[in-house]
């Protein structure tokens, strides 16, 4: 049973023997897996997270392909883990800041509008170095009030990111209707196959700050 429960690649190494195997599209996410409802059959309550994954480039030439920045919003009812909503754009620092503020008080009207009593958190990937800590600092006073805090992730992306797969595949994550979801679902099902990985990296985090179990965060 616990041979079955793990994502597809270490699946078929582990309990086929497929050692040839080797994560590419399709393989750690696949897009068969995720429904998508509308935002109503969302349930009430749980605990929401929206997690960015940071860059501080700005795309200024047409044949720029700087590194994006990813903002994606999770919510997390008994076993089921309802993503929301995906930010996602080439932005410089100034935007970036623009944009975390705006996300962060769109999802609190949205659930003040609600009325569920959902638990919220921002989340954000700390880059290495002490400009990473005062970066830190800096978002936690501009959140002041909500629950904000860098965290730094542990082992390699596609590490961190398998289980969110796992539980993809077993229909634990679902996709709420939005004008976002077909980006979202190209860019996961492609994964590790494109340049870019921040949609990944920010949907992997988001899902280990409300998993129970999963990669090992350490707290600055």
Known sequence: ANLLALPLVERERLLKG???????GGKVFNRAWFDV???????EGGVECRFWDLAASTKELAGDDPD?????????????????DCTVGQWGPAEVERQILAATHRDLARLQREGSGTRYLVR??????????RETARWVRLLDGVDARGERPAGDKITRALPLAAQAEH???????GDWNERWLTHMHHQPDWDHDDIMDASSGAYAALASSGFTFEFV
């Open 171 to 177: 229909g634990a994550v679902v996709l709420v209707r």
């Open 68 to 84: 994006y920045s990813a903002g994606v919003c999770i919510r997390k009812v008994d076993e089921t883990y309802y993503v929301l």
């Open 37 to 43: 409802v509308p935002p109503e059959a969302v349930p």
């Open 124 to 133: 954000w990937e700390i880059e290495p170095g002490s400009a990473g800590k």
């Open 18 to 24: 497929n050692w040839k195997i080797q994560p590419s």
